[in-house]
């Protein structure tokens, strides 16, 4: 459990210099940035974020996501799983549009090609006036709010535009056969405590992934570790394999 809290206190740090940080993350800005032909800090941040994913999977989203830092404090008002199903695809609906606006806009755009990862911030610190207070609580209010009305982590199953870099660059990972970072489980140890879903801040139904031998295959499993810390049985750990070999 040492893990997890560990875990908890790098996401509530995250969070807290959100107000530094909020336009790295910021899905508009890097429009605006593109328009100049400007590689900027969330340019930069997503890129890297895919990079990492195709080794790391969405292990960004457990430990070091302000959102998911605020969607987990939000799980103390409203701790019941958000619904999974057709609305999990809603944030790759937003992906695509937002990819395709990005590409638009970066080829009718002007100026020579160039890099600012300190673009629109002062000294690097993104909300400095006090009408960026508006834009940041409304980007809480956006986040919060799904995690308050469906329940766990709701923001990162059906709206987050971040999220998709991560599963994409996972996916590829494993179509080209390389170590990733992902839970194994052994289901022959399991005694269907259900530990393992009341634990998992995705609000993902873990014990029926370890009954399927779905081992490193769900998409929205953020390898946050939860599961295995909690498990009585050691039933679930941590593996850094390619996922075929896992398998044998």
């Known amino acids: 459990m040492k893990r997890q809290k560990i875990r908890r206190a790098l996401l509530l740090i995250s969070f807290l210099l959100f107000p530094v940080t909020i336009w790295y993350f910021s899905p508009y800005l890097i429009i605006q940035a593109a328009s100049e032909h ?19 999977g969405r292990a960004w989203c457990g430990y070091l996501c302000p959102a998911g830092g605020l969607q987990e404090c939000a799980a103390m008002a409203n701790d019941r799983p958000a619904k999974q199903g057709w609305r999990n695809n809603i944030k790759y609906v937003i992906w ?25 911030t002062d000294h690097g610190i993104s909300v400095t006036e006090i009408y960026n207070y508006i834009i940041y ?26 999220a998709p870099f991560m599963v994409i660059g996972s996916k590829i990972g494993q179509i080209l056969h390389l170590p990733q970072l992902h839970m194994q489980a052994d289901r022959s140890k399991c005694i269907s405590c259900k530990k393992c879903s009341k634990a998992c801040p995705m609000g993902l139904a873990v014990d029926e992934m370890v009954t399927k031998n779905m081992n490193g295959k769900c998409s929205e ?28």
Do not use: E
């Not at 695509?96 to 629109?120: E, P, Q, R, S």
């Not at 609580?137 to 766990?152: E, F, Q, S």
């Open 38 to 56: 400007i590689m900027n800090g969330s340019f930069i941040v997503f890129c890297t974020m895919f990079l990492a994913s195709i080794f790391l």
């Open 96 to 120: 695509v549009i937002w990819i395709a606006a990005i590409v638009i806009t970066f080829v009718l755009g002007k100026n020579d090609v160039t890099i600012d990862f300190l673009y629109m």
């Open 137 to 162: 609580y409304g980007v809480i209010l956006l986040l919060v709010a799904p995690a308050l009305i469906h329940g766990k982590r709701a923001a990162c199953h059906y709206i987050c535009w971040m």
């Open 221 to 248: 499993c953020i390898q946050c570790g939860a599961c295995a810390d909690v498990c009585p049985k050691g039933v679930i750990r941590y593996s850094f394999k390619n996922m075929t070999a896992d398998k044998k």
